[in-house]
């Protein structure tokens, strides 16, 4: 290779490899909690991503590449105007990425990937979701960003990169001459694109290395994981632990017999209403460590009703709570059910063993039923009626995601007298979503994400409160049972991303039809979502076959909780909880006392739950 070929790779090299680094401080800045890192603990992603990083530089830079060889044979010209060209239609889309993936891991937890790109296809949800982000000031990062790489780019474009020479038309010495140079060049960008010599391709695990999930993100090259995540074949499971046998006998539960559930009901087929409330925390409850009385109204259900006080979400995501909580199936890493409606067609449903028993079925939205292909879902899952905004009067769009909890509730009062009894309906309410804009004078004074979450919490309370209070009167309300929980929790004050806290969740039924001897008790078993179908079918006699995810929480075992992130999963007990992140192969575990003794049957538990149930998914046709 001549000296200006080496400058012409020298100059893409570097600006690429800037353009990461700038990346990555601006990630570190804008999400790391430095408290208790040292200066070198803080600058050490910068070296562990320098594999990954120069492996991402060969894909951005593949087109100049085969430029270069095209142009050992084939003299090529105007080069200036095809890097001009290439700059200024790559930098600001990539640095749209970069900035758009700050906030993406500060609210999911992960880096910017396909997921997150796919949420892009409803911009009315996506911009409504972004509302309390710091838009001015992700928008002077964007723009302060995407200038100065654009600029410099088009310097880099404008030298003069005319490496092919002066001949013009075909040479054939200098093709022949030129064979050893362009193989041993694709050899040389071969190497790098795949992180090195290796037996396995470079990935994700390359860059990981440290027990702070924030720094190992850093590390993580946002455009290299975006496009792997577009690479990624859902129909492989990347989790191999143990053979089929391993895994049955790591999830045997202890051999201690169970008892028969009791009976929660004075009736034998009562009306259910399922309230299920967008990111509703357990830690606001005042049964559940509340301390500010933000739900006052479900409060005075709960202390009328049962409540379960130690049930996780399964993500943090509504797609993903939906069909845990409807389908009693547990969430898999980076995969929604929802949006591959072959698969969840598969599935078992709670509304559909209802419908199949003499129920009218019936869901009630706000919002956009489409979206995330959950409407398809709902269908399946066997809703003979699904009321969503389309339903709803123009004058009632009154959010950014569609109607307010006040008005659904109000429609779904109004719809209940209609249904013939017994009928099995979910309400899912929306207001507690960002951007948690409420039509009520705010309780609380501030426009920070947490205010905000807050005020919407009272609202949503007051709204139900209300709607309790209306149907009272009304003749279906004595054979009717209410069942309340969240479709995933929040990050409440300084909870943290991946911690059991982050996914603690409420669960209460209340009713005429629930026993007096149940009235203001608590069930503290550990469980899940995933555990409400079954929970429910036996309370009715129903077949709870094909529910194989799901356990019921009334038969005195003392539970588990299974939760999934990106590529990582949480596992909680009640001697002991873990967390696992699979692209680090890290742990955390959380025990009283003793927060690094690894319970090994534990950890095998969750790799063997991870592994069926992603190989589940595979299998299902």
Aim: glycine letters at 8%; aromatic letters at 14%; proline letters at 4%.
């Amino acid at each position: 290779m001549n000296q200006r070929v080496l400058k012409y790779f020298g100059h893409l090299i570097l600006f690429w490899m800037a353009f990461f680094a700038s990346d990555r401080l601006i990630f570190l800045v804008y999400n790391l909690d430095g408290s208790g890192l040292s200066i070198i603990q803080r600058i050490e992603p910068f070296w562990q991503a320098l594999r990954l990083d120069l492996s991402a530089v060969c894909y951005l830079i593949f087109l100049p590449f085969l430029i270069w060889l095209i142009g050992l044979f084939i003299p090529v010209r105007k080069i200036d105007l095809i890097l001009k060209i290439y700059f200024g239609a790559l930098v600001p889309v990539l640095a749209f990425g970069v900035v758009a993936g700050l906030e993406v891991y500060s609210e999911w937890g992960y880096k910017l990937n396909k997921e997150a790109v796919d949420y892009l296809q409803y911009p009315r949800e996506f911009w409504a979701s972004s509302q309390n982000s710091p838009l001015v000031l992700l928008l002077a990062i964007y723009a302060i960003y995407t200038l100065l790489f654009l600029w410099w780019g088009l310097r880099i474009a404008e030298k003069r990169w005319d490496f092919s020479g002066s001949a013009s038309g075909l040479n054939f010495n200098r093709m022949i001459k030129n064979i050893g140079t362009g193989f041993v060049g694709f050899i040389i960008f071969g190497i790098c694109l795949r992180g090195g010599i290796q037996l396995a391709p470079i990935n994700q695990s390359f860059a990981t290395y440290s027990n702070n999930p924030t720094l190992n993100a850093a590390a993580v090259n946002t455009i290299w994981n975006l496009l792997y995540s577009y690479s990624r074949e859902d129909h492989k499971n990347p989790y191999q632990f143990f053979s089929a046998g391993e895994i049955e006998d790591k999830l045997k539960e202890p051999s201690g017999k169970l008892k028969p559930a009791p009976r929660l009901f004075s009736l034998d087929n009562p009306n259910i209403v399922m309230v299920v409330l967008e990111g509703f925390a357990a830690e606001l409850f005042a049964k559940m460590g509340g301390q500010n009385k933000y739900t006052t109204h479900m409060d005075r259900l709960i202390s009328n009703g049962l409540l379960f006080d130690r049930i996780y979400a399964t993500e943090t995501r509504t797609d993903r709570g939906i069909v845990s909580i409807l389908s009693g199936y547990p969430s898999l890493p980076l995969i929604s059910v929802v949006k591959q409606p072959d698969k969840a067609a598969t599935l078992s449903f709670l509304p559909k063993r209802f419908l199949n028993n003499g129920y009218e079925t019936a869901f009630f939205y706000g919002g956009e039923s489409e979206f995330a292909n959950i409407k398809s879902y709902l269908l399946n899952a066997g809703f003979n009626q699904i009321i969503d905004k389309n339903d709803f009067d123009k004058k009632d769009m009154n959010s950014k995601w569609g109607a307010h909890d006040h008005v659904v509730l109000e429609r779904a009062s109004n719809e209940l007298i209609k249904l013939t009894e017994p009928f099995f309906t979910t309400i899912l309410t929306l207001s507690s979503h960002e951007p948690f804009e409420v039509p009520m004078e705010p309780i609380l004074d501030g426009n920070d994400r947490q205010t905000l979450y807050k005020n919407s919490i009272f609202y949503t309370d007051q709204s139900v409160g209300h709607f309790i209070s209306t149907i009272e009167k009304e003749a279906f309300y004595d054979n009717t049972v209410f069942i309340f929980i969240s479709d995933h929790g929040f990050r409440v004050d300084d909870a943290i991303n991946r911690h059991p806290r982050r996914y603690h969740i409420p669960l209460f039924i209340y009713g005429n039809p629930l026993k007096d001897v149940w009235r203001g008790k608590t069930v503290s078993g550990i469980g899940s979502q995933t555990d409400l179908a079954k929970t429910i079918l036996d309370q009715f006699n129903l077949d709870s076959d094909g529910f194989d995810y799901s356990r019921n929480l009334l038969t005195g075992s003392s539970g588990n909780a299974f939760y999934t992130f990106n590529h990582g999963f949480g596992l909680i007990e009640a001697q002991q909880s873990l967390i696992y992140d699979h692209d680090s192969k890290s742990l955390i575990y959380l025990i009283e006392g003793q927060p690094d003794l690894l319970n090994q049957k534990l950890f095998d538990k969750g790799r063997a739950y991870l592994q069926k149930t992603r190989q589940d998914f595979i299998d299902r046709k």
